[in-house]
């Protein structure tokens, strides 16, 4: 009786490792999981757009094909929640760093104050992969309007917010080789970056 038990406690748990996880999608800022994507329609996705990175080259949509994105919003003269948020981001960059599926973008919420030697002394300093993590810059409105309207990073429910509002949030925004949203984490909690992280090498065995 006791082995019988013991194997069904083993086929259990084999199981349980054999269910692969799968991400929901996200098109609302009240991120309301949906598990399928909709046939019938388009669903929502981070639309075209046209920045600059720490290089000073053009940094498109078009950059994000074939990529599993990790997303932030930060300011380089930052003194509260960004230069930890930039630490969890590096931790990410050296989970994938050898990596060509993995992107991560931070976006500057002060592009008048980061123009592209700020961003690229930054950069420098704080180590970064230019390969596998970019900073941009580019302009107020354009950024602005991708934080709130297509990543939903300050999860304000639908709630509007002009330009002259600082967009400032701790989130991070997984989103898919499709440009889809399939996540969103605290960056500044442990837990959720290791989620972030487990989460990424999920979206790589889809």
């Known amino acids: 009786m006791k082995y019988y038990i013991v194997c069904l406690i083993v086929l259990s748990i084999a199981a349980c490792n054999n ?10 800022p009240d991120f ?11 669903f929502h996705q981070i639309r075209p757009f ?6 000073n080259k053009i940094f498109t949509e078009k950059d994000l094909e074939g990529k599993i994105c990790v997303i932030d919003f930060f300011f ?8 930890k948020m930039t ?3 590096a931790e990410i960059q050296q989970e994938f760093n050898s990596d060509d599926e993995i992107l991560l973008i931070s976006h500057s919420v002060t592009p008048d104050k ?35 309207r297509f990543y939903f990073v300050e999860e304000d ?26 996540g969103i984490y605290n960056g500044l909690d442990l837990n959720s970056t ?13």
């Open 19 to 28: 269910t692969t996880k799968k991400l929901p999608y996200y098109d609302t």
């Open 32 to 42: 309301t999981p949906k598990w399928e994507l909709p046939k019938d329609k388009a």
């Open 50 to 55: 046209k920045l600059i990175n720490q290089e």
């Open 76 to 83: 380089t003269s930052c003194p509260g929640i960004c230069p």
């Open 87 to 89: 630490t969890k981001m």
């Open 114 to 148: 980061d123009s592209v030697p700020v961003l690229r002394r930054y950069a420098l300093h704080k180590k970064v992969n230019f390969n596998r993590w970019k900073l941009l810059t580019g302009d107020k409105k354009e950024i602005y309007d991708l934080g709130r």
């Open 157 to 182: 429910e639908g709630v509007k917010k002009g330009n002259d509002v600082f967009l400032h949030t701790e989130n991070f925004i997984l989103i898919d080789k499709q440009r889809h949203i399939r």
């Open 194 to 206: 290791q989620n972030l992280i487990s989460d990424i090498k999920i979206l790589k065995a889809e």
